[in-house]
């Protein structure tokens, strides 16, 4: 079975600092993909990032940044320079080799950026 | 523009009424999806369609269905079985390309449903 989880249901951050948002998974499948997406008050989700099981590096995408840990099966994102913008929900997901087309989504971290 | 429509907007369901939401898309992706959002919760996969005229159950399919006659269209039906429909429904679409590879889920909009 897959599963993602995601522990901190809402976090603050300075605009101008960097913010980690915290994502484990759970999976058997030998190789997988982990997706971010952000979703604003609006309600459309905006994919961010993607990080592939066997990437050796860590993906970047601007102020994006995944820090992918194998072996803890930990993928955070990470924020750099946070904006007001970026205030919105954040969502990890996974998909795996052997789950088809299916994708599993963890319960959103609700980030505030403050002036 | 290429993109995913889902209409409409907001949708008001009467006890006992089966109601259809669209969802359309011009990215001539196989895979289309319908995720069931409730406040404060994650994306909960109701039905799936990896290609036309096929179609499979997600994790909380009971009281809804699906049909996928054209590979651009994916309407969802909230049936009276759906004791508890009130919801953000949001669709989406993926390209082909390997299963764990980098192609991501492209998202519509979303349609808010209300029961009266």
């Known amino acids: 079975a897959q599963k993602i989880t995601q522990t901190q249901p809402g976090m603050f951050v300075q605009e101008k600092e960097a913010v980690t948002l915290d994502c484990t998974y759970d999976?058997?499948?030998?190789?997988?993909?982990l997706f971010w997406y952000k979703q604003p008050s609006s309600g459309e989700m905006i994919f961010l990032i993607y990080?592939?099981?066997?990437?050796?590096q860590n993906a970047t995408e601007g102020r994006y940044s995944l820090n992918f840990q194998k072996a803890r099966k930990s993928a955070n994102l990470v924020i750099s320079a946070s904006q007001l913008g970026d205030s919105a929900m954040y969502f990890c997901a996974m998909r795996g080799a052997n789950t088809g087309n299916q994708f599993y989504f963890g319960t959103g971290t609700s980030l505030t950026v403050i002036p | 523009d290429g993109g995913i429509t889902q209409s409409p907007k907001y949708l008001f369901r009467k006890e006992g009424q089966n109601v259809t939401l669209s969802c359309e898309q011009n990215?001539?992706?196989?895979?289309m999806y319908w995720y069931r959002q409730d406040p404060g919760q994650g994306l909960r996969l109701i039905y799936y369609s990896q290609i036309v005229n096929d179609f499979q159950k997600g994790d909380i399919a009971e009281g809804y269905s699906v049909s996928r006659e054209k590979k651009e269209s994916f309407p969802l039906t909230v049936t009276s079985a759906q004791k508890n429909p009130t919801a953000f429904y949001l669709c989406?679409?993926?390209?082909?390309?390997?299963?764990?590879?980098?192609?991501?889920?492209?998202f519509g909009p979303g349609t808010r449903l209300l029961v009266l």
């Open positions: 999976t058997s499948d030998p190789s997988y993909g």
């Open positions: 989406a679409s993926r390209g082909g390309g390997l299963p764990s590879g980098r192609e991501t889920q492209y």
């Open positions: 990215l001539n992706h196989d895979a």
């Open positions: 990080q592939g099981s066997y990437d050796q």
